[in-house]
T-cell receptor, first 110, second 111 residues
Framework: KQEVTQIPAALSVPEGENLVLNCSFTDSAIYNLQWFRQDPGKGLTSLLLIQSSQREQTSGRLNASLDKSSGRSTLYIAASQPGDSATYLCAVDGANNLFFGTGTRLTVIP | SQTIHQWPATLVQPVGSPLSLECTVEGTSNPNLYWYRQAAGRGLQLLFYSVGIGQISSEVPQNLSASRPQDRQFILSSKKLLLSDSGFYLC??????????FGSGTRLTVV
């Protein structure tokens, strides 16, 4: 069964800092990898989708990479802002099921 | 554009009462539909998924059931709620390799 791990579990940074969130998964036979953002008490907002044939995706200040062979993905956030404070979830698509990590809770301090 | 609607947003129900949560998708046809639960302090767990009308697959044994009476409608039900059914329930849809889109969730508290 696919297992997804996210490190660190929590991260606190000053505003303006660049940061990297890490995600690892045990089974490299994946369809896609998706990064989500979840604000407290809210649903999931999709940030980036990396299909299995791709190595990275970018959207604004966000860049996600995927290395299937090593079972790793990273989410890079440039010039962090207080509005980036949220929980970030990595999810691996294993065909009719997204396997989620437990998330990284990010706090950006003004 | 595609949208997903989930209601109600919050629900407080007594133990032993029935449950019905509804999810509808607009702007797409033949989506795969999913119900996830997020328990306090835990990750998201897939409860049910559906690849078509009347086709339901269950991932975990539980006190809940799901139905898909129409192509873009997915319903989560229970005949008698347990305290352990409390949690945050999320509906999602996917189509092909375009990723998953989630609804805004229902916070269920069983008292």
């Amino acid at each position: 069964k696919q297992e997804v791990t996210q490190i660190p579990a929590a991260l606190s940074v000053p505003e303006g800092e660049n940061l990297v969130l890490n995600c690892s998964f045990t089974d490299s036979a994946i369809y896609n990898l998706q990064w989500f953002r979840q604000d407290p008490g809210k649903g999931l907002t999709s940030l980036l989708l990396i299909q299995s044939s791709q190595r990275e995706q970018t959207s604004g200040r966000l860049n996600a990479s995927l290395d299937k062979s090593s079972g790793r993905s990273t989410l890079y956030i440039a010039a962090s802002q207080p509005g980036d404070s949220a929980t970030y979830l990595c999810a691996v698509d294993g065909a009719n099921n997204l396997f989620f990590g437990t998330g990284t809770r990010l706090t950006v301090i003004p | 554009s595609q949208t997903i609607h989930q209601w109600p947003a919050t629900l407080v129900q007594p133990v032993g009462s029935p449950l019905s949560l509804e999810c509808t998708v607009e702007g797409t046809s033949n989506p795969n539909l999913y119900w996830y639960r997020q328990a306090a302090g835990r990750g998201l767990q897939l409860l049910f998924y559906s690849v078509g009308i009347g086709q339901i697959s269950s991932e975990v044994p539980q006190n809940l059931s799901a139905s898909r009476p129409q192509d873009r409608q997915f319903i989560l039900s229970s005949k008698k709620l347990l305290l352990s059914d409390s949690g945050f329930y999320l509906c999602a849809w996917s189509l092909g390799s375009y990723g998953y889109t989630f609804g805004s969730g229902t916070r269920l508290t069983v008292v």
